[in-house]
């Protein structure tokens, strides 16, 4: 039995899970002046963004690969370029290979470029393209206001009672929003169907050629189960464009040293704001007060007036550190990183979770959709991919290795691979992608050689028992090879060229990051769990049924991706909670 030692001293604040997010949010909350403490199960920061050297001599962004979602907000108030964060923009940004040689759709910076390659496909398709993008970039910035801050908290019961005041509370507080609404009008139809259609749909009105549109449906169903003909799969169409870099819309790009080095950037300004970090600590539970609702300076109320929950609020948390001390560190704060099904599940009393939470919400947190079908193969290469269609001339980079890759050129492979995961099985031909990071990033290779990244679907979870289970290593080493086959029939030289690879099953992912049944973003980023119902009504804002608790993670609006949104505006709320 450990030895229980409490800590000598309280905090402001505790953020539990040292992820992008939690750490956005430590920095938010130093820089106001608290004492603020961030406690992380594995040995370095960053959740699933961080790098490794798995294989020695190359330096892996293990888990997320691309940068573009981190708002631009976060980068310059927290001078993160000052902490060594450095972007390194892609152009072309995509590349879709065929087996023709010469054939091959790639995106540039330059519109001229871009259409000449579309009109390979389809000359028709090459004047709509700019049409899309612009309508696309004015749907993007219609949403992007409202990934800057929390959305109102405000009672579904009182909307739903008609409630004036709580009418006149969300127009006062959100009246700029709903200017900015105003503007875009005329368009909200149309972003209503975006939200709601079948991404196939919107693509079939557009265009013509199935490489185009197989090219642009990868962006709406990634990271989730959906088939581009799913209902609600166009409004992932979003992701296409909503990357931004250096005032660049629409830019994705790669981090310097790996995703690592843009967590290690947030971690930096955290720690010179006066944040404490600890690595390789491991919280077991999240301590509740047994007496009332009086904690200092927390909001009361959070759970209305229902008498049959319990009243407790936060005072701590008990953590294991890394020599198998365990301890209580107190605060009358806790900001969780983790997933609402871990924060919920099984980080608070296992005694007390219905009373302190309610039937109804526990049920909800419980049935939560998490399905999502990723799997990562990181891949130490001897040599650059030499494309059928594309064959390079040297040994160095070509202008195709620097973007995103994409091996599917029909609709039909996407549906297929859908159909196949939702059954419980993985795909029989995986959908790829891939990024080769070292075509642009010198630091995180030895010379001559590469990193490769393979993001791959559908990968269920859940397998069917009668196929497999994750847990069989000669079952996920037979994945990979299908995955490498694929690969294989663009460029030859692929499986070859590979020293040594890193493969991240969905079950792996769940246990090397703790993101429940290998959801990348937290929950599924479906209709039914975004905005006001991530993760449920009533606390979209970061805030809990428990006074003191708060999520700061990718669980809560506006969700995931590294973006750092939540964690921002769960400083905010804290903020406001302790005046």
Known sequence: MRALRPVSRAYDAIIVGGGHNGLVAAAYLARQGGKVLVLEKNDQVGGAAVSSEIVPGFKFSRASYLAGLIRPSIVKELDLHKHGLRFLPRDPSSFTPTKTPGQHLMFWDDETKTAASIAQFSKHDADAFPKYEAKIGRFRDLIQPFLERPLPNVSFDELQRGNLMAFARLASQHFDLLTHIFKYKKELAEFYELLTAPASQILDRWFESEMLK???ATDAVIGSMAAPSDPGSAYVLLHHVMGEVAGRKGVWAYVEGGMGALSNAIAASAKQAGAEIIVNADVQEILIDESSNTNGGKKKGRRGDDASIDAGGVTGVRVVLGDGTEMEVSSNFVLSNCTPHRTYTELLPKDRQASLLGEDFLKRIQTTDYSCGAFKINCAVSELP???????????????????????????????????????????????????????????????????????????????????????????????????????????????????????SPLDIEREFGLHKGNIFHGAMSLHQILYLRPTPEYCD???????LYICGSGVHPGGGVMGAPGRNAARIVLQDAE
């Not at 795909?427 to 075509?439: K, Q, W």
């Not at 990244?453 to 037979?478: H, I, M, N, R």
């Not at 970061?542 to 003191?548: A, Q």
Request: net charge negative; hydrophobic share 35%.
């Open 214 to 216: 197989t090219t642009l």
């Open 386 to 504: 030499d494309f059928v269609c594309a064959p390079n001339k040297g040994t160095g980079p070509e202008p195709h290795h620097h973007g995103t890759i994409h091996f599917e050129n029909s609709m039909h492979e996407l549906e297929r691979a859908a159909a196949e995961a939702k059954t419980g099985r993985p795909a029989t031909r995986p959908v790829i992608e891939m990024t080769i990071p070292s075509a642009i990033d010198k630091t995180i290779a030895p010379e001559g050689k590469h990193v490769v990244q393979l993001f791959v679907q559908y990968a269920p979870y859940d397998v069917d028992p009668q196929v497999g289970t994750w847990a069989d290593e000669s079952f996920k080493e037979s994945f990979v090879r299908r995955v490498f086959s694929v690969v294989d029939e663009f460029a030859p030289n692929f499986s070859s060229s590979v020293i040594g690879y890193d493969a991240l």
């Open 542 to 548: 970061g805030t809990t049924p428990i006074d003191g």
